[in-house]
């Protein structure tokens, strides 16, 4: 098992703002102010920036390989965007996993796109399509059917949006902890106030929920036994108390609170 379960965390990309609607002379949280507000404008209430307004501030990950796991942030809480995206596609350069997002196909990687454009990051390994290896013509990270990248969101939606869930309500309902007490919306006014921790920590447990649930969804596949789901169940909740971090060991206890396979 050699499995990459990622997600990102974004703010408003004032510098473009700045450009784009020329807003000189403001500071970045006017700036944010007034791209939210055009946005609301121009779609009758949603002030959900488009993706290529979006700026990274932070990528977690989760890495089962071998009979290792473990969770963390790339890079640190002042690592500038470019760095994480260049750590990002390196994990696949090095590991070629099948990466698991919830929306990944949606938001995460286009967004990745956007930004790795702007840095000018190498991701030779990433848009590989069956040119310089052959077993990428069939099975690549950019087809939408294809297993190397899994949108577990999209996957369970059936490829259709109306059907779309969101990740805390699917996790909740597999007996999983679900969010921590943050959404995506929370993340530009927690950045504003230097909670850098809080959004890295807020992503990891995103990560946690997503792989859990792609677990389960192994179990509907046949690729896991329900003895094997609970090993792997108790592979995670074992790492979770050897980490000694507070947001690992909460998830653990409203884990093992809940209904959902783990080991005690």
């Known amino acids: 098992m050699n499995i990459l379960v990622f997600d990102i965390e974004t703010i408003p990309d004032t510098a473009a703002g700045r450009c ?3 807003l000189d002379g403001l500071s970045d949280e006017d700036i944010a102010r007034a791209m939210l507000t055009r946005q609301t404008q121009k779609t009758g209430g949603s002030d959900f920036l488009p993706l290529h307004l979006h ?3 932070a990528i977690s990950v989760a890495l089962r390989r071998g009979d290792d796991f473990k969770v963390w942030s790339l890079g640190s809480e002042v690592s500038p965007e470019q760095e994480l995206i260049t750590r990002f596609y390196g994990g696949l350069e090095r590991y070629t996993p099948t990466l698991v997002s919830w929306n990944g196909g949606g938001f995460d990687l286009p967004v990745l796109h956007y930004r790795s454009l702007l840095h000018r990051v190498a991701a030779a390994r990433y848009w590989e399509t069956g040119d310089e ?4 013509r069939f099975d690549n990270y950019l087809n939408r059917f294809h297993w190397r990248h899994i949108d577990l969101m999209d996957v369970l939606a059936g490829f259709t949006p109306r059907a779309a869930a969101p990740l805390d309500e699917v996790a909740v ?3 999983l902890p679900g969010k921590s ?3 995506g919306a929370d993340v530009w006014k927690t950045w504003l106030a ?4 809080q959004i890295r920590h807020y ?3 995103d990560v946690l929920n997503t792989l859990l649930v792609y677990f389960h ?3 509907t596949r046949g690729n896991l036994s329900a003895e094997q789901l609970e090993s792997e169940c108790g592979r995670v909740a074992a790492w979770l108390e050897q980490s000694g971090q507070q947001h690992f060991l909460d998830f653990l206890g409203a884990w093992q609170r809940s209904q959902s396979p783990i080991a005690e």
């Open 194 to 197: 230097g909670g850098m921790r």
């Open 55 to 57: 700026r990274i501030v």
């Open 20 to 22: 784009l609607y020329g």
């Open 217 to 219: 969804w192994e179990v």
């Open 173 to 175: 309902m597999l007996g």
């Open 133 to 136: 290896d052959r077993a990428f």
């Open 203 to 205: 992503c990891e447990v």
């Open 181 to 183: 007490g943050m959404s």
